[in-house]
């Protein structure tokens, strides 16, 4: 049996290295995924950094990938019940264990906040073996959620990648009416998808704000009708660019996607009156950030959503966008980088500094 290579942060603020380990042994119900490819997120950049609670380093990061089933013990079975077979490419969901039996789950039915959820990449560390996608091989536990990826590219669903749940969620969060006008803050990944989902959501035109400009040059070709670049235009230079693109009025729905504690002001400011605010940037502790209770919420009537997390309905619905090629057409015209397992630190400070618009991992490469 030879060994695997994955990609390791040791500790918090340490360098990825890459180690070899042994193949783990498979329990009843479960596989082994060979990797194809593997996201790098902004979330590993925390990861790396430390920023996150509650993570049991070393970890092993990759949260959302594609592969093919290498090896399954037992029976792996799709959503309707049929069995999945050796060689199949699929994509996992990265939440595993959420319990369906706590107050959560079953009185709120907020799945995403169940206390017993694991994530592959992020909580589930070195220590629960092959748990992230940045390996040759990841171990995948018994009633891990699997979705067929069957006739869609790797590369297509990867440049949703962990993006697309998450913007899924939050567009599904935002209930755009048909033909509003929806302001996107941010123009990373999230953003991106999220411009993609509004339009298709029905919005009649969407606003993109974010940096940098290769950034917005590709908020503009997902279909974006306007951008504008917050690195070089003040606030009350942004708010005055919505208002003119809005009849003065302010966008109907704003999707904050940035991570800055600003923004989630800035998204309130810029909506119009009696409109819709989901945040779902906010995935790390950046801080706290004041605002003004009469006049930027009560006074505005606004709706003020938080969005944490995805769940299956939303990789679920995510995958089947992917295997329609008309629709997936602008994520596939997005540009993606890939680097090897040996490569992993590169790819987190490309990631960290904008510079490209989606990293992958390809342990093949
Ligand atoms: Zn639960
Ligand atoms: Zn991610």
């Keep these: 049996m030879g060994g695997v290579l994955a990609a390791v942060i040791p500790e918090p603020g340490a360098r990825v290295e890459v180690r070899e380990v042994a193949e783990p042994e498979l329990e009843e119900n479960s596989a082994l995924l060979e990797v194809e490819l593997s996201e790098v997120c902004g979330t590993d950049v925390h990861l790396q950094r430390g920023r996150l609670a509650g993570v049991p380093y070393p970890l092993v990061p990759g949260h959302v990938s594609v592969g093919r089933l290498g090896k399954i013990r037992g029976r792996m079975l799709d959503v309707e019940g049929r069995a999945f077979r050796e060689g199949d490419r699929v994509t996992f969901l990265d939440v595993h264990r959420t319990c369906n039996a706590c107050w959560q789950c079953l009185v709120a039915k907020s799945t995403t906040r169940c206390p017993a959820r694991k994530v592959y990449g992020i909580t589930y560390g070195f220590a629960d073996t092959l748990a992230g996608g940045w390996a040759e091989k990841v171990y995948l536990k018994p009633a891990t959620r699997c979705i067929s990826l069957e006739g869609v590219e790797a590369e297509t669903f990867m440049a949703g990648g962990c993006a697309l749940p998450t913007a899924l969620h939050a567009v599904e969060r935002a209930q755009i009416p048909l033909g509003a006008t929806v302001l996107v803050l941010g123009s990373g990944p999230v953003g991106l998808s999220a411009v993609i989902l509004a339009l298709m959501s029905g919005a009649l035109r969407v606003l993109c704000t974010g940096a940098p400009d290769s950034r917005l040059e590709a908020a503009r070709a997902a279909g974006a009708h306007a951008t504008l670049n917050v690195e070089t235009h003040s606030t009350d230079e942004r708010e005055e660019w919505v208002l003119a693109h809005t009849a003065g009025r302010g966008a109907d729905v704003v999707v904050e996607a940035t991570g800055a504690p600003a923004a ?102």
């Design 264 to 365: 989630v002001v800035e998204a309130m400011r810029y909506a119009r009156d009696a409109g819709t605010v989901v945040v779902v940037g906010q995935y790390t502790d950046h801080g706290e950030v004041s605002f003004n209770p009469h006049l930027d919420l009560n006074r505005k009537h606004l709706d003020v959503r938080g969005c944490w997390g995805s769940d299956f309905s939303h990789f679920y619905r995510g995958a089947q966008l992917m295997a329609d090629a008309a629709r997936a057409g602008p994520w596939s015209r997005l540009r993606l980088e890939r680097f090897g397992l040996g490569r992993a630190n590169e790819a987190l400070a490309a990631v960290a500094s904008g510079r490209v618009v989606k990293a992958l991992i390809d342990p093949r490469a």
